[in-house]
């Protein structure tokens, strides 16, 4: 079974500064999908950001970017710029879309992330 | 679209009582994903359908869950007899397709139901 690890439970930085969440997984698998979701205190779950295994290139959306490192199995979130409205709880999670009766998202524990202004 | 319902929003029931939580996913989806939330077991699956079917139910945590699927614009969670322990928030997703590219794969949530059982 896919296990997805988040080390930090809580991480807190200042406005406008530059953050990294850090997410590790263990699968045999080879073709996967990974996400990045953020619960902001609304509890509203939003995707952030996917991955795509079997892409080298790492995803970007604006602010937001993945370090996706397949052989390490690590992938971490990185926000730039940081705004207060980034305050949340952020989830990594892992998909296998291609294998029926997989086809779940298994999340990690989540890190708390405050922005102070 | 209106994104993924759920109602209600908040239920507060007394212990052995019967609740009902429901779900209308996205017009168009093929897949259902019922999810629970805690403090101590965080985010986790309890069973997902697709094409009304249930694929995935070994997330149930025991026979007093039980979800059905009637059609493809309604699915429900029904908890009985309700426990204190099943106090948790319950969200429902779906999705249009899985194993395509990647724009189909993204699980739409609802903005869940906070179950409190006294």
């Known amino acids: 079974a896919q296990t997805v690890t988040q080390s930090q439970p809580e991480m807190s930085v200042q406005e406008a500064e530059t953050v990294t969440l850090s997410c590790t997984y263990d699968?045999?698998?080879?073709?996967?999908?990974l996400f990045w979701y953020k619960q902001p205190p609304s509890r509203q779950m939003i995707l952030v950001i996917r991955?795509?295994?079997?892409?080298?290139q790492n995803a970007t959306e604006n602010r937001f970017s993945v370090n996706f490192q397949k052989a390490a199995k690590s992938f971490s979130l990185k926000i730039s710029d940081s705004q207060l409205g980034d305050t949340a709880m952020y989830f990594c999670?892992?998909?296998?879309?291609?294998?029926?009766?997989?086809?779940?998202?298994?999340f990690g524990q989540g890190t708390r992330l405050t922005i102070n202004p | 679209d209106a994104g993924v319902i759920q109602s209600p929003r908040h239920e507060v029931t007394e212990m052995g009582q019967e609740v009902t939580l429901r779900c209308k996913p996205i017009?168009?989806?093929?897949?259902l994903f019922w999810y629970r939330q805690t403090m101590m077991r965080g985010l986790e699956l309890l069973i997902y359908?697709?094409?009304?079917?249930?694929?995935?139910d070994s997330g149930m945590p025991e026979d007093r869950f039980s979800a059905k699927m009637p059609n493809a614009s309604f699915s429900t969670l029904k908890i009985q007899p309700s426990e204190p322990r099943d106090s948790a928030v319950y969200f429902c997703?779906?999705?249009?397709?899985?194993?395509?590219?990647?724009?189909?794969?993204?699980?739409?949530f609802g903005p869940g139901t906070r179950l409190t059982v006294l």
């Open positions: 359908f697709n094409n009304n079917v249930p694929i995935d």
């Open positions: 017009s168009g989806h093929d897949y």
């Open positions: 991955q795509e295994a079997y892409k080298q």
């Open positions: 699968t045999s698998e080879n073709n996967y999908y």
């Open positions: 999670a892992f998909m296998n879309p291609f294998v029926r009766g997989a086809q779940k998202l298994v």
């Open positions: 997703a779906s999705s249009l397709l899985l194993g395509a590219s990647a724009a189909y794969n993204e699980q739409f």
